[in-house]
């Protein structure tokens, strides 16, 4: 099929087919990943971040126009961006629906234009690019697309997709030779691969295939309820007066309902409040109607639910009044600071939360917190400036996005892991400047050498170590350094390379042991470790932590 326009509702078929094809090969994207530690989770971020796109999609109707489609499609990936590649496809996606804005169609000309910009608007979004990524694969594509579209005058969708393919592949083949860690483990790069299977998504849906995913697109449903299976109030927090389109809730009940009342009277009560409000949930019993709507005009809801029977148990709220006194009360309580850290583990989490920590997201390998959460949590801080440690190299980039989508001062700082995170926390000095707490907390990042020690999931080369599916990995500040077959002998040698570079005489050695570790094997290594060590201090401390069998820190 020859497709020469594409329009909104083809345009959201695009994408639901580029997401279920995403999740298709997600464990293929994870296995990509260049560290063989069982933490490589870059399809599922990419994943995780399209299916935020279908669920926005869900709300918008059959027959928008182009810019509404790539709006949702912009938005849904946004807020729900995950990892260093979700956060990037975010940003093309937002370049698309930046080049499309307004259109209600476009032509193959018009998408070789929006590649370009959506690739130039993930270039600015990453503080250092660096070829041999997604980015320089999302680069090649648009420039081969944008050459083919001058080229041809008359280059119809699909054969821009074909383009768009071929150069993809190209573009992915060239990214060993780019970034050699990707060369040496036998890999190309895991991100560009990801963006492929989106497109090659496009491209069976332009074709007529099936896609069969595990993690099909949610049909939007109306929700229905029982009385007693409803909040008594709307949650407020999260919008501002000035977002408040409709500003009373009304709820009640129509009982003793007219003689012969059946499915028409409920789809004329739904269509009626469906275009005087939103949020409408309708609940039909067998002699009562429940009703829950949004309006700007209660009276009219009400004078229109007569005609159907009695009212009972009425409630108007106003929304918008609700809003300010949460607002004032809020503003009443806020704090000058507050602490924000992503941990992972029972035992971490109370590290924090003893040196001051307020908030905490649940996040880390495998499970990178979304954009979205991110912004959440800043929210409840209710702290006029809050310091954000992401404590993991894949969430510094979602932590930059999501401060520039919130309202107070924000300031994210590059911790890596979790021992520099608790370091920077412990610099905190609540009687401090904003600046001077800034300066102290970045500069005590560089005073402590991080650790961590886990296994391979695969047989690999990185760094000249030569690894094996199942050996025991020790990474230092994220480097693997040290690859053994025992869990203590690389605790020990990983240790000495720590102490090493630190270049201090008398450490103290920080181990926060995992959920894998028994108390009993930790504390008898700690032992052996003060034997060996007699100058050095050691604090053993339950993390509780998946994935990593230790968590160290010197300094």
């Known amino acids: ?128 690019p660096k070829e041999g990524t997604i980015l320089t694969v999302s680069r090649l594509i648009a420039e081969a697309c944008k050459q083919k579209a001058e080229e041809t005058p008359e280059l119809s969708f699909d054969q821009l997709m074909e383009a768009i393919l071929v150069s993809g592949e190209a573009a992915l083949e060239k990214t060993p030779d780019l970034l050699p860690v990707l060369k040496e483990a036998g890999v190309v790069d895991s991100g560009g691969m990801g963006l492929l299977c989106v497109y090659r998504g496009f491209m069976a849906v332009l074709n007529g295939e099936e896609i069969s995913s595990a993690e099909q697109p949610v049909e939007k449903e109306e929700k229905t309820f029982l009385a007693e ?97 949460l607002l004032a009360s809020r503003q009443k309580s806020e704090k000058e600071y507050a602490i924000l850290a992503v941990s992972a583990g029972v035992g971490i989490d109370e590290v924090f939360h003893n040196i001051g920590v307020e908030q905490l997201i649940s996040g880390g390998q495998t499970m990178n917190p979304s954009i979205d959460t991110i912004v959440n949590a800043v929210k409840s801080c209710n702290a006029r400036n809050v310091f954000v440690l992401p404590n993991n190299s894949n969430i510094i980039l979602a932590a930059q996005q999501a401060m520039e989508l919130c309202t107070c001062n924000v300031v994210v700082l590059p911790t890596k892991t979790i021992p520099q995170g608790i370091t920077a926390a412990m610099a905190f000095n609540p009687d401090a400047s904003l600046e001077e707490n800034t300066s102290a907390m970045e500069d005590s990042i560089g005073s402590v050498v991080s650790g961590a020690v886990t296994y391979a999931i695969r047989d690999t080369s990185f760094n000249g170590n030569q690894i094996h599916e199942g050996d025991i990995i020790g990474l230092m500040d994220n480097e693997i350094v040290s690859v053994k077959t025992n869990i203590d002998e690389t605790v020990r040698d990983l240790i000495d390379r720590m102490v090493e570079k630190s270049g201090i005489d008398d450490p103290i050695v920080n181990l926060y042991y995992g959920d894998q570790v028994e108390s009993e094997r930790a504390e008898a290594l700690v032992e052996l470790l003060e034997a060996l060590r007699p100058d050095s201090e050691f604090i053993l401390t339950p993390g509780e932590q998946p994935l990593y069998y230790y968590y160290l820190s010197v300094e």
């Open 1 to 128: 099929m020859i497709v020469h326009t594409v329009d909104g509702d083809l345009l959201r078929n695009l994408f639901l087919g580029g997401a279920a094809n995403l999740e298709l090969n997600r464990s293929y994207v994870d296995s990509l990943n260049v560290f063989p530690v069982p933490d490589g989770d870059t399809g599922t971020n990419m994943s995780m971040t399209m299916q935020g796109a279908v669920k926005e999609l869900a709300s918008v109707p059959n027959g928008a126009s182009v810019s509404t489609v790539m709006d949702a499609v912009s938005i849904g990936a946004l807020k729900n961006a995950r990892g260093n590649s979700g956060v990037i496809l975010s940003q093309l996606f937002r370049g698309f629906a930046s080049s499309l804005k307004g259109a209600k169609e476009f032509t193959a000309a018009d998408f070789a234009n929006a590649l370009e910009a959506g690739s130039n608007k993930a270039y600015k979004a990453v503080m250092r």
């Open 229 to 325: 299976e409803q909040g008594n109030s709307a949650d407020f927090e999260s919008i501002s007066t000035e977002e408040i389109e409709f500003g009373y809730c009304s709820e009640f009940f129509i009982i003793h309902l007219k003689e012969g009342f059946g499915e028409n009277d409920l789809d004329q009560i739904r269509e009626y409040y469906n275009n005087i409000g939103d949020s409408l949930v309708l609940a039909h019993g067998d002699d009562f109607v429940k009703v829950h709507v949004h309006s700007n005009c209660p009276g009219n809801v009400l004078q229109f639910a007569l005609q159907f029977g009695e009212l009972d148990k009425l409630k108007i709220e106003n929304m918008r009044e609700q809003n300010r006194q």
